[in-house]
């Protein structure tokens, strides 16, 4: 099937959608400037293997340097500005939800750089970067402005400030993973955009959504741990296949 090919059948999918799910991740911020998460191992922290820094025990062993990765993180985030994919899945929620049908954003990305595009029904199911907590209280803190004076931050309870992310052996937050299971289990279409879907719970939504009898799509440059579960993929960055798909399925230039 050519590009073009795929890109027809996932916007007639998304069109006639009556309750659509999208999954997104790391990818779908790449054009934006924010390096996905298997990527970053090439970047300013290429001595440090992120899934080792996305724990509780490193932040236990190593507050400092965890502290410091998440604010230099949250740093990028805050100079990052939405790419014409994020506008697009803001657009395609308008306009699902403008016709009365319903509409879920699923993301694995701790950015915020979909609801800063415009998207409202988001399900941030690893938390966000830009909330941070205390560890003694369990409180909830905007944290101190970026680059922080001291790492690690001690909060005034004497706790240690920690990102309000999701790392690797925790829950994820209970009310969220309900809402991502809930509409997974009624779903009709699900798309799946920018993840390589390598991580729980995340990764076994596809098959939520086959069971629920959902046509499942991908948007994708590459091939994925869950492609074989796939009825349409589009092969491409989502910055461009996004307001492709948008345009094709409600014309008029939906995604400009
Ligand atoms: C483009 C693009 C472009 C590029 N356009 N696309 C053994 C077996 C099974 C499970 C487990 C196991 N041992 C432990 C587990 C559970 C564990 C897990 O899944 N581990 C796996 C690694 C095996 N999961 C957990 O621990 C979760 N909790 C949980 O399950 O609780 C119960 C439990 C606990 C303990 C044991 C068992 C059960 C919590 C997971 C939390 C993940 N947290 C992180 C860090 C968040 C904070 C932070 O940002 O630092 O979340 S890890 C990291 O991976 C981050 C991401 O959200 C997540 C997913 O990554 P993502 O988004 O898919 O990014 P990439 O980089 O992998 O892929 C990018 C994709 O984009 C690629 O495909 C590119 O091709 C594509 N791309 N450019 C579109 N322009």
Redesign the pocket.
Known sequence: MGENDSIGAIARAVRDACRLVVLT????S??SGTP????AMTGLWASFN??QL?TPEAFDRDPELVTRW?DH?RLGCMACEPNP?HRALAELERRVVGSGRSFLLLT???DRLHQRAGSNAVVEL??T?MVWRCTKTGREVMPPPTPMSEYPTRTEAGGLLRPC????????PESALEAALSSLGECDVFLS???????????GFVFEARRAGAVTCE????D?AITGWIDHAARG???RILPAIVEAAFGDGAAA
């Open positions: 991740g790391a990818g779908v790449a054009e996905t998460f298997r990527d992120p899934e996305a998440y993180r994919g694995q990305n701790v690893h938390g970067i992310v999701v790392w690797f052996g925790e829950m994820l955009v920018g993840t390589s879907a390598l991580v729980q719970p995340a990764a948007i994708n440059p590459q994925t960055p989502s910055g």
